[in-house]
């Protein structure tokens, strides 16, 4: 038996919570939980290198240093990344 | 067979890697977050500037080095 892939229509359909659902849950809160904290930190960066005084709108300048905030700090991310994960010395 | 015995152990591992998996996120997060700080002192641009992502290199692993150095420090006072 194969439990990773464990179907689980083999029994009756009154069938409990199985190990597959809770890995898929668990997988998908995890994800979740991730992408919202990395959402939350860019919102605070981007504030910080963008907003430096609150107007009564945003402006043009604001909204397109937000857009490359974002992208910058995406770009950060991947080169953080690769720098731990790439075995170099 | 007690198919519930064979659940929990592939459970446990299941778990025990996720939790790893969580863990290097976060790892990875901090270390953005510091050297984010650290190392992109203006406006951000379109790109970044060559020193600006050797700066984000470099500090992942000199902050990865420090932590192995605070780590035996504090070992040796042991």
Redesign the interface.
């Known amino acids: ?1 194969d ?2 892939s464990s179907s689980p229509s083999s029994g009756s359909p009154s069938q409990q919570f199985s ?1 597959s659902d ?2 898929d849950q ?2 998908t809160q ?1 994800a979740q939980a ?1 992408a919202e ?2 959402l939350e ?1 860019i919102r605070v ?2 504030f910080d ?2 907003i430096t005084k609150p107007g009564s709108s945003l402006s043009g300048s604001e909204s397109s ?1 937000i857009s ?2 974002v ?3 995406i ?3 991947g ?6 994960f790439s075995a170099q010395h | 067979m007690d198919p519930s015995q ?2 929990s152990n ?2 446990a591992q ?2 025990a890697q ?1 939790k790893e ?2 863990m290097v ?1 976060e ?3 901090k ?3 510091v ?2 700080d650290k ?2 002192t203006g ?6 500037s060559s020193s600006e ?1 050797s700066c ?6 000199r902050f ?1 080095d420090m932590s192995i150095i605070i780590v035996k420090r504090f070992q040796n006072m042991q």
Request: with cysteine; proline share 2%; charged share 25%.
């Open positions: 038996m439990a990773f190990a809770f890995k668990l997988k995890l991730y904290e990395f930190t960066k981007c290198k963008c240093c490359r905030c992208d910058r700090y770009e950060a991310t080169i953080v990344s690769k720098s731990l | 064979l659940q592939e459970l299941f778990i996720e998996r969580a996120n790892m990875v997060a270390l953005t977050n050297c984010w190392c992109i406006t951000p641009g379109s790109k970044f992502s984000l290199s470099n500090c992942a692993r990865m």
